[in-house]
């Protein structure tokens, strides 16, 4: 069980570092092309090294934003629904208690998040 636990993260780790590579050319070249739409003014104000900035930032923030919830959010919601349908076919109550205490989880994400933020902002 734990070679294959092993073994699937490598292959998952492998794909998943074939697609940021696949996924950073393509929003290169689109914010390549994206760039070249922008006023002569804009260009003017801004030299090089800033316009490279300003789109390799933006697009470590989409690819950061894409792996997580290909990889990571995806495969939980999946695995909880999973799990939410097996412990209803062992007993209804499992099944239920587990959706509800899955909605109470995701209110007190929602209710948390206007604190972690301002957290964020002062220590960053």
Same mark, same amino acid.
């Not at 950073?24 to 260009?43: D, F, N, P």
């Not at 090294?49 to 697009?59: L, Q, R, T």
């Not at 509800?100 to 007190?108: A, K, N, P, Q, T």
């Given at each position: 069980?734990?070679?294959?636990? !092993?073994?699937?993260?490598?292959?998952?780790? !492998? =794909? $998943?570092?074939?697609?940021?590579?696949?996924?950073?050319?393509?929003? +290169?070249?689109? /914010?390549?092309?994206?760039? +070249?739409?922008?006023?002569?003014?804009?260009?003017?104000?801004? /030299? !090089?090294? @800033?316009? @490279?900035?300003?789109? %390799?930032?933006?697009?470590?923030?989409?690819?950061?934003?894409?792996? =997580?919830?290909?990889?990571?959010?995806?495969?939980?919601?999946? $695995?909880?629904?999973? &799990?939410?349908?097996? &412990? /209803?076919?062992?007993?209804?109550?499992?099944? !239920?208690?587990?959706?509800?205490?899955?909605?109470?989880?995701?209110?007190? %994400?929602?209710?948390?998040?206007?604190? &972690?933020?301002?957290?964020? $902002?002062? =220590?960053?």
């Amino acid at each position: 069980l734990v070679i294959a636990s !092993t073994i699937t993260h490598d292959v998952m780790d !492998t =794909y $998943r570092n074939s697609f940021k590579e696949l996924f950073r050319v393509a929003l +290169q070249s689109s /914010g390549s092309r994206k760039e +070249q739409l922008l006023t002569a003014s804009w260009h003017s104000k801004h /030299g !090089t090294g @800033e316009k @490279e900035a300003i789109i %390799a930032k933006n697009i470590d923030k989409v690819i950061h934003f894409a792996d =997580y919830v290909i990889f990571m959010a995806i495969p939980d919601f999946c $695995r909880i629904v999973i &799990l939410a349908i097996f &412990l /209803g076919y062992i007993h209804w109550i499992l099944g !239920t208690s587990s959706v509800v205490l899955l909605g109470i989880i995701l209110l007190m %994400a929602k209710l948390n998040q206007a604190r &972690l933020k301002e957290m964020v $902002r002062e =220590y960053s």
